[in-house]
């Protein structure tokens, strides 16, 4: 089975601080995905990554930045926190051009 | 314009009964797919069903089906049999495009919350 991790599920974080997201799967995925996901909203994406080192901009990247290192490793950074960006993160990955994106538990972040 | 609509922000269903949860797309890309996932309180996104653009049947998945209407750009899924269990978050996605690497973006709609009744 396909392995998606989240470092944590729930983060209390302080306006103004570094945030850092970290998301693991454990297939050889080429892509991964971080999306948030706000009520009425559905999940809207922020960045996703088609390779190691290789990043491209989602809907919505503003206050965010991202880093692939690893191939298996996925990270989110809130560079600077603010109270808007309190909400559920979710990370996916999937193999080639699949349509099938594997989700982690997600991680619910409050800025306070 | 939104790229995938779902009107029904909840709707409610018998036990046992069938459901119909509505989509409508909206692209210009003749290759597209659509998808349907199932989120439960737990949170966790369970893929069910996939209905590529050119496929000429609709899909099916167990007791879900994907009743694909292209010319209405409607892609509804259709549970039948409810149970207790299928009470979640229903969320229709719709991949398009051509971005760097090859991949096709994926968008989501604001999902249906179903709520099953013994």
């Known amino acids: 089975d396909v392995k998606v991790t989240q470092s944590s599920r729930y983060l209390v974080k302080r306006t103004g601080e570094k945030v850092f997201l970290e998301c693991v799967q454990d297939m050889d995925h080429e892509n991964m995905f971080w999306y948030r996901q706000d009520p009425g909203l559905g999940l809207r994406l922020i960045y996703f990554?088609?390779?190691?080192?290789?990043?491209e901009k989602g809907d919505i990247p503003e206050g965010y930045s991202v880093s692939r290192e690893k191939k298996e490793r996925f990270s989110l950074i809130l560079e600077s926190a603010s109270t808007n960006q309190t909400s559920m993160y979710l990370c996916?990955?999937?193999?080639?051009?699949?349509?099938?994106?594997?989700f982690g538990p997600g991680t619910r972040l409050t800025v306070t | 314009a939104q790229k995938i609509t779902q009107t029904q922000p909840g709707m409610f269903v018998q036990e046992k009964e069938a459901v119909t949860l509505d989509c409508t797309y909206d692209t210009s890309d003749p290759s597209y797919g659509l998808f349907w996932y199932k989120q439960p309180s737990s949170g966790e996104m369970i893929f069910l069903i996939y209905q590529g653009s050119y496929d000429q049947q609709n899909a099916t998945e167990g007791r879900y089906s994907l009743n694909f209407q292209k010319a209405r750009k409607s892609a509804n899924l259709v549970i039948s049999a409810s149970q207790l269990g299928d009470s979640a978050m229903y969320f229709c996605a719709m991949r398009e495009g051509r971005g760097s690497g090859g991949y096709q973006k994926v968008t989501f709609g604001t999902g249906t919350k179903l709520q099953v009744i013994p």
């Open positions: 990554s088609y390779d190691v080192k290789m990043k």
């Open positions: 996916a990955s999937t193999e080639g051009n699949s349509y099938e994106q594997y």
